[in-house]
């Protein structure tokens, strides 16, 4: 898709996209590799984790490969315009990140190790892209559903700054913040190196380990 500066320019509510007031499309209903539910916060006591790291598509094999995550979607997060198109987030008008919805056990796998997945798999230093993906819907992106996971999140990126730094990365430009709002992406986007294995879509990682 062309590119331009713009896109690399987070919207606000007065220049952003309109959206609409509802979804629609409903997913499938079950998660290709797991087999659990897709739309669901999982069994009572489970966790939610938002994270967004580049192409959406490599984010999410990422993690549903982590054993102790139950579930996986993609959607979009951290912008301004309801339930956008993949078409509306490519142009960059609505302040989405491509983001990642993991459903995780908690007794199996924490949220500090998922931190750890996120941090090693992408370069955060890389503003409002990853690799050749440029524009604001590949920056990387933290969206935490519980205070706890706000002071960890925080903690973590202050921990791999200096594990970057003694690399020789520059600053990590990784924003977190609360989550707000997650939209589903549309059917054609979940799981989607199952349904397209030649599909590329890849992380890019630094190879700087985050302990």
């Known amino acids: 898709m062309f590119f331009n500066s713009s896109k690399t320019q987070l919207p606000d509510a007065t220049n952003a996209l309109p959206g609409r007031p509802t979804r629609r499309f409903r997913l499938s209903g079950q998660h290709l590799v797991t087999g659990n539910p897709l739309e669901t916060d999982g ?22 490969q982590v054993p102790g995550v139950w579930s996986t979607t993609v959607g979009y997060a951290g912008g301004v315009t309801p339930h956008p198109t993949y078409e509306e987030v490519c142009t960059g008008r609505t302040g989405h990140a491509e983001v990642v919805r993991v459903v995780f056990d908690p007794a199996q796998v924490s949220y500090a190790d998922l931190l750890k997945v996120f941090w090693e798999n992408h370069d955060p230093t890389q503003g409002m892209r990853q690799g050749n993906d440029r524009g604001s819907q590949y920056r990387s992106i933290i969206l935490t559903t519980t205070p706890e996971q706000q002071a960890e999140a925080e903690s973590s990126k202050a921990a791999y700054q200096k594990q970057m730094t003694k690399a020789g990365y520059g600053e990590i430009t990784t924003s977190i913040k609360p989550l707000e709002d997650y939209y589903y992406a549309e059917e054609a986007h979940q799981q989607y190196l199952v349904k397209n294995p030649f599909g590329y879509c890849p992380l890019h990682a630094t190879g700087v380990s985050y302990a």
Request: aromatic fraction near 28%; include cysteine.
């Open 43 to 64: 069994p009572e006591g489970f966790g939610i984790a938002v994270f967004g790291l580049g192409c959406f598509w490599g984010e999410e094999q990422t993690f549903w």
